[in-house]
Structure formats: C-alpha cells, structure tokens
C-alpha cells in the first residue's frame, strides 16, 4: 500500500514569487496533495503566468467560503507568505515570507497580530515547541528574525529562495513570445518594478513625468522594451495611475502590469535583461540571474522626515517618521546592482547596463552569498525537507 500524500493547503494573499514557484515544484511531485487559497483565482487564471505554468492543484478563492472547504479535509501543513488564516486549517503552518527585502523595521510590534493569530491555532512563535517552521533567505535572515522580530530559534530554517530556482534558467524566448505584446526574442526587455512604499517612482527627483520620458525614450532608442510592474492599483494615488497607464497608452514597447490583477512576477524577472527599482524585494530574486539591476536611492536625503506608508484596516495610511532610516531594516547602500540618485545617473546606468550586461554579476553574487543562501538550484528541495519535518512532529 503506497503512503497516504501529504495534504498542503496555500493560504495566499499574493500568488506569487517564492509562494508561486514552490507550488510549482509541489505541484509536479505524486507524493503530494496541494490545495491553493488565492484572491481573485479566475482573473489569475487568465495570466501569462497561470497559462505558461498552469497548476493540476486545486484553487479556490481566498474569501469566507475558504474556511469550510479548508476545514474540511483539514491539511497537514498550511503555506502563508504574510497572513495567516483565522481559523486552524491544518496541523502545522509553514511561513514562506514574500520576499526579502529593505524595507522594515519588522521588530516584534510589526508582528505581534501576526503572533496571536499563529498563537491560537499552531503555538506562540515567540516560543520553542510550537507547530510552525519560518523560512529565512539566509544566516543573516535567521539573525534578524530571532534579534529583531522576536521569533523562536526553534523555528527558523535558513532555506533560500524558492523562486532561485527557476530563474537561474535560460527562458523559453519562443514559448513566452504569445504571452508579451512585443517581440521578446531579438528585441531586449527592461522591468521597472518598484515598490509602493514611497508614492511616486522617481517624485522625489521633481518632474516626474519628463523622467518616465527620457527613460523609455532612450530605451526605445536601443530597441528595448519596457514593463512596468506596479503594487495593486488602490495603493497609488489617481494621478499616478494616470501616469503609468499614459506610458502603455503612447507608447507601443511599454507594458505595464498591477499586482492585484498580474500576481505572478516570475515570469517577467526571467524574460528581463535589466531591472530598475526603488529597492523593491523583487531585487534579490533577481539578483541571482547577475544581469543589471540599477537601484534608484528613494529619498532625497535618508535624513530628512518622511512619510512612511503601510496599509492598515485595509486602507493606505502615513505615518510621519524623523528619518527614513526607521523605515528599513538594511541600508539601502548594501545592494547587488549600481545605485542612481538622479535622473542623469539612472539614464547613463541604463546605457552602462545595456552594453555591458556583466557590469553587476559581482556584486550581485557577493550579496546573496553575504544575506542569503546560495542559487544553487536546490532551494525548494531544502524548503520540502522542512516543510515534511514540520508534518512528522505537527
């Protein structure tokens, strides 16, 4: 009699990254039996993403009606990135984190709903012995998430990236091609994918606009294409939507995607030849490919005040910090790429970038061998190891 499959349930608030591509590798092994819980599944299912890598699991949509189907066939293990179910919807719950990045403080007040809620169902984190494992990207990670965040040694495992897997692989040019609106095989691809933590892109530098402008000016003028990956559309203000939404419209190389609508990244961080962003997570995953990546510095000065923004009873709010420095639990100034903190300098790393793709694989590899685990390819196989202990003794 074979053994009885291991039952995962995905608790998703977004689809994708790490959470998307360990539910691919999930998704191919026998011994498994994996449930998704997502937002807004049928919209998923029409992306690029869902069609180029569509999963045999079973999605349902992540709303009240998730709980009873959950409850039903209650799972062994639980995956979340960054929010966990309300009720106990399986024996032991397993933390994907969605993505390591700057951004902070991520101390132990940040996490403490996030502990209660772990607390009822699966043990208090804070405290060894409960049924609950973290992944951490790496040593410092894991240092961070005992010193700062306050979690239990007991439960942090240094495991890597799940999405370091994938994309250290060459991408299909010709398969992909049906899934872009512009030629992706003899024309190179630029994702400008920014986090929505400080407003604008490039606000900071002033005419906002003249620099979106130049910059997919000279990158029309090489023959390179654009996307725009954006937060979900209700984080941005109107006039900002406004302004990306403009790009696509006069523009026939630029594409632009929201998160909310286009959860999965993966497949535009394999197709990109270079990365801009305002020190998004989204870096580090990209880091492993060691094509350029150029960070524009987000503030004016990281000592003047600023307005911090964080959602918070489902709507965007500012808090007003001294310093932005309160904000970030890295310095920006410890990254894998070049670093732009005016429009002149990202527009003349972008043209470093596109003759030399090699300009940044040094510093890109010394950073994931400084804060995280090695893309060695073998990084999902670690997390399945840990997600299976945590089943033995849940």
Not at 189 to 218: C, I, K, Q
């Amino acid at each position: 009699m074979s053994a009885p499959k291991l039952r995962v349930a995905v608790w998703a608030t977004t689809f994708g990254a790490d959470l998307a591509a360990f539910c691919r590798f999930l998704d191919r092994r026998d011994d498994v039996e994996l449930t998704v819980f997502m937002k807004h599944p049928g919209a998923f299912k029409t992306t690029a993403a869902w069609r180029a890598d569509p999963l045999r699991a079973r999605v349902y949509a992540r709303d009240l009606r998730a709980y009873p189907r959950a409850l039903a066939r209650r799972a062994d293990v639980a995956i979340v990135d960054n929010a966990v179910p309300l009720l106990g919807i399986s024996r032991g719950l397993f933390v994907l984190w969605h993505g390591f990045g700057w951004k902070g403080p991520d101390d132990r007040r940040a996490f403490a709903f996030m502990r209660r809620c772990i607390a009822a169902w699966w043990g208090d984190p804070w405290k060894p012995d409960s049924r609950v494992r973290w992944q951490c990207f790496g040593e410092w990670d894991r240092r961070f998430r005992r010193d700062v965040s306050g979690f239990s040694e007991d439960i942090l495992r240094v495991l890597g990236s799940a999405l370091h897997d994938e994309i250290v692989r060459p991408p299909d040019r010709e398969r992909l091609q049906p899934f872009y609106p512009f030629d992706i095989q003899r024309r190179k691809t630029a994702l400008l994918a920014p986090t929505w933590h400080y407003g604008g892109v490039f606000a900071h530098w002033g005419a906002e606009d003249d620099v979106f402008e130049s910059l997919v000016a000279l990158l029309d003028r090489h023959g390179v294409n654009l996307i725009v990956r954006m937060h979900d559309r209700w984080r941005y203000g109107r006039r900002v939507l406004e302004r990306i939404a403009g790009l696509e419209r006069r523009h026939p190389h630029v594409l632009v995607k929201f998160k909310d609508q286009d959860q999965d990244n993966s497949l535009d961080l394999r197709l990109a030849d270079l990365l801009i962003t305002n020190f998004s997570s989204i870096a580090n995953l990209f880091y492993a490919t060691g094509r350029p990546t150029i960070h524009v510095y987000p503030v004016e000065s990281p000592d003047e005040p600023f307005d911090s923004r964080h959602v918070w009873g489902g709507l965007v709010r500012t808090r007003r910090l001294p310093s932005v420095r309160a904000a970030w639990k890295l310095p920006p100034e410890e990254n894998g790429g070049l670093v732009a903190a005016s429009p002149s300098e990202l527009l003349g790393q972008v043209e470093l970038a596109l003759e030399d793709p090699e300009c940044c694989r040094a510093r890109s590899r010394a950073f994931i061998e400084r804060y995280m685990t090695a893309a060695d390819g073998r990084n999902c196989e670690r997390i399945f190891e840990a997600l299976r202990s945590l089943t033995r003794r849940a």
